[in-house]
């Protein structure tokens, strides 16, 4: 009952002229952006950080949950009518949604798409008001030892899922770990990798390496890759589902919420797993096995309210421990600690009116953003026509302009440059770019842990496994680092074997002429 109270606070703070005005412009925003190929949610926020630092903290904070909801909508248009997902979520929708599209389908796709984020969208957050405080009230009772093992889960889930394989994962995790090293060691006040520069003794502004990292270097990347416009599949008709439809989406849509919302939850989750988990569970229980890989609507309704609901999901152990599990997450994160906020058990106890506001608008944010997106589809499909050139000079020059009003000087910019730089390079070696900014973020926090710890200790590192729940967090953090690699070479031998029957197959039907040609 305290809960439910605590909400209807946060409704009352968030329905607002104001909250609400700002709850539209985010959820547009975050629609629109995920559209475009290229510019998703976390980029978008990274872009917009250092313009909102004049707003008050919970009118900031709804417009960034507003981006990153409507991100994951708008995802599904690009991946259903140009099969270019600009997400990693979003990859399973184009498998059956870019085949609806091109059967004429595409006002289906979409629509099952957007019922289904909103339905899911609606339940997780359910989810997230409900579990959220418990788990709050558990992580007081965590201690440095605990926080530390916590914190090397969240190290190697994401160099293990958000990269193409561990290696460039904890690569990039090194990058964003020594990038949290510059500037003056708090404990010892030894300057640290500043190479002689007074600018760097205050190590690199968070918001400045995020902005630098993904906004900079996609644009280097693209002009790189080159520009152009791309052929969409146009939209035909209403955007609304049939009887039949309708009938064959609901059960997807509650399996995939089913999925979704707890994967995303869990500090190692994330949105990638569930979607495919959720493609995998359609295919088998479907009644219509044989459209599958050719235009089966089962395929876009599972995949999309999986990838909704671990949207929601991946809020919980954000709010709640202060570990992103998603890049977007990540850069939220630095939005909470550029007001002077740390997410994690205090959070709710300190700024329990900005975290309700923060949830409640996440109901309301669902709701607008089916309004926008049934009736509206086809104005967001026209935004595929536009020419990547000019998106991406506009993101240059917000980026740049973001950098010298947060620093106020030319030096930021030239800092900015380098790290586009650093980026474009770790795109070019295919290093993923999200584990760099989950180890800025989380490598000074776990340091800070890892020395409370030792000092309570004297010196003892068995303190970091002193009791079962550390043990159990350790174990987890070996079966992350182990399970992978030895499910993608048992994968890896299955497809080879796969490939080797295939041609054994193929030679067995040749007729002899054919074998002698």
């Known amino acids: 009952m305290e809960t439910f ?72 248009t690009t991946s259903i009518l140009l099969n270019t997902p600009g997400e990693s979520a979003s990859i399973v929708s184009a498998i059956e949604g870019n085949k609806m599209a091109r059967a004429g389908r595409a006002a289906a796709a979409l629509a099952t798409a957007a019922i289904g984020s909103f339905v899911a969208g609606i339940v997780a957050t359910v989810g997230l008001t409900l579990l959220a405080p418990i ?89 790189l890759s080159g520009t152009g416009r791309s052929t969409v599949t146009p939209v035909k008709g209403r955007t609304a589902l049939t009887r039949e439809e309708f009938r064959r989406s609901w059960p997807a849509w509650l399996r995939g919420t089913a999925l979704g919302f707890p994967i995303g939850a869990l ?23 044989s459209e599958f890989g050719h235009g089966a609507i089962e395929g876009v309704a599972g995949p999309e309210s999986a990838n909704n609901a671990a949207a929601a999901g991946v809020l919980v152990p954000l709010l709640t421990i202060g570990l992103p599990t998603s890049a977007t997450a990540a850069i939220i994160l630095t939005a909470f ?4 906020l740390q997410p994690g058990p205090a959070l709710f106890a300190e700024s329990g009116d900005l975290v309700w506001a923060l949830i409640a608008s996440l109901f309301i944010g669902n709701v607008m953003l089916l309004i926008l997106n049934l009736p509206l589809v086809k104005v967001w499909a026209r935004l595929l026509m536009l020419p990547s050139w000019s998106i991406y000079a506009a993101v240059t020059v917000f980026a740049a302009l973001g950098a010298f009003a947060a620093g106020g000087s030319t030096t930021d910019v030239v800092i900015l440059a380098v790290l586009g730089a650093l980026g474009m390079l770790m795109r070019l070696a295919d290093i993923p770019v999200a584990p760099a900014v989950v180890g800025l973020i989380l490598g000074p926090i776990m340091e800070a842990q890892l020395r409370r710890a030792m000092t309570l200790s ?19 953090a070996a079966l992350l680092l182990i399970v992978p690699p030895l499910a993608g070479a048992q994968l890896g031998r299955r497809r080879r074997r796969a490939l080797r029957a295939s041609g054994q197959a193929d030679s067995d039907d040749r007729t002899p002429a054919d074998a002698q040609r």
């Not at 968030?14 to 976390?42: D, E």
């Open 458 to 476: 004297e010196g003892d590192a068995g303190i970091l496994v002193s009791s079962p729940l550390t043990i159990v967090l350790w174990i987890i």
């Open 135 to 223: 788990m709050a009230q558990f992580a007081i009772t965590l201690g440095p030892p605990e926080y530390v093992a916590l914190m090397a889960i969240a190290f190697i889930s994401v160099a293990a899922l958000l990269g193409p394989n561990l290696l460039k994962g904890a690569a990039s995790l090194v990058i964003g770990l020594t990038i949290g090293l510059v500037g003056i060691d708090v404990q010892s006040g030894q300057p640290r990798l500043t190479f002689g520069s007074d600018r760097l003794l205050d190590g690199l502004d968070v918001v400045l390496v995020v902005v630098g990292l993904f906004a900079i270097a996609e644009t280097l990347s693209h002009v």
């Open 5 to 76: 109270d605590l909400l209807l606070q946060g409704f009352a703070a968030a329905i607002t002229p104001a909250n609400l005005l700002w709850a539209l412009l985010g959820v547009t925003i975050g629609t629109a952006v995920g559209v475009l190929p290229g510019i998703g949610p976390a980029l978008t926020v990274a872009l917009l950080l250092p313009i909102t630092f004049r707003l008050e903290p919970s009118a900031a904070l709804i417009l960034f949950a507003g981006i990153y909801s409507g991100g994951m909508y708008g995802g599904s």
């Open 267 to 289: 500090p190692a989750g994330g949105a990638e797993i569930p979607t495919f988990l959720s493609y995998a569970t359609e295919k088998r229980l479907s009644r219509h096995r």
């Open 337 to 340: 600690q550029s007001y002077g």
